[in-house]
């Protein structure tokens, strides 16, 4: 298991990217999973808590390898 960690993308092109696993033929719950984090503030400081992020989970790690190849940074 493999997870990828992407920060700052919006919730718009996270469903991008995970209608192109799909499409690939990638099924999510047996060959990946994605969590998206949002934002948590403190209301006591000027930084985030929790920076908003994406988490994807890889179960086979050449597809966790392909897609850091296509969309890490």
Not at 21 to 39: P, S, W
Not at 55 to 70: C, E, Q, R, S
């Amino acid at each position: 298991m493999v997870e990828v960690k992407l920060m700052s993308l919006s919730p718009n092109y996270v469903m991008e990217l995970v209608g192109e696993l799909r499409a690939q033929g990638l099924v999510q719950g047996k060959d990946f999973d994605f969590a998206y984090i949002q934002t948590k503030w403190d209301n006591f400081s000027y930084e985030a808590v929790v920076p908003q992020h994406t988490v994807f989970t890889f179960y086979v790690d050449k597809h966790a390898t392909m897609f850091i190849l296509k969309y890490g940074s």
